[in-house]
């Protein structure tokens, strides 16, 4: 199995981060986009970053454009909408794919560690959220209609 952690992602700026910075943190990592209906999870997701970041939560947010085409936007323009529109303050990382012959390595060993209803492996929507444990391995996966504060007690639960 996959460890999280061990994994590199692209970040808004065109650069690459190596999820290790985040080793020992719970996270949460989401598909999102900024013309979606369930874009509103943004204040839910910056609401569990701002209670939890100080326990060791770290929420990261990486937009798609695979669903509806709902996430235009260059980099520049995604965290001026996450930023006015919703004061995100969490990381909102580089546009990625989920699915596909594209898919990012995290995405693709996110969806082996825990695949959707009916043993699915493919992420149907924007707003499907992961959470990791501590130790880098993926716990649960969350479909785009569970609300981020329905997460909370889970989160509690992992960062002990």
Request: aromatic share 8%; hydrophobic share 40%.
């Amino acid at each position: 199995m996959s460890i999280v952690t061990d994994h590199h992602v692209r970040t808004a700026d065109g650069g690459s981060r190596p999820l290790a910075d985040h080793a020992g943190k719970v996270l949460l990592i989401v598909n999102t986009a900024s013309r979606c209906g369930f874009t509103p999870q943004y204040r839910g997701l910056e609401a569990l970053h701002r209670r939890f970041a100080d326990r060791g939560l770290v929420v990261l947010g990486f937009p798609c454009n695979q669903f509806g085409a709902q996430e235009p936007g260059d980099a520049a323009e995604i965290a001026t909408f996450c930023s006015t529109s919703y004061d995100v303050t969490f990381p909102i990382l580089a546009k990625v794919e989920v699915n596909g012959s594209g898919a990012a390595p995290l995405f693709e060993a996110l969806k082996a560690a825990a695949p959707g209803l009916l043993g699915s492996k493919a992420i149907k929507w924007n707003f499907t959220k992961f959470l990791v444990s501590r130790d880098g391995e993926t716990v649960t996966r969350h479909a785009p209609t569970t609300k981020p504060e329905d997460l909370a007690a889970e989160i509690e639960r992992l960062l002990g």
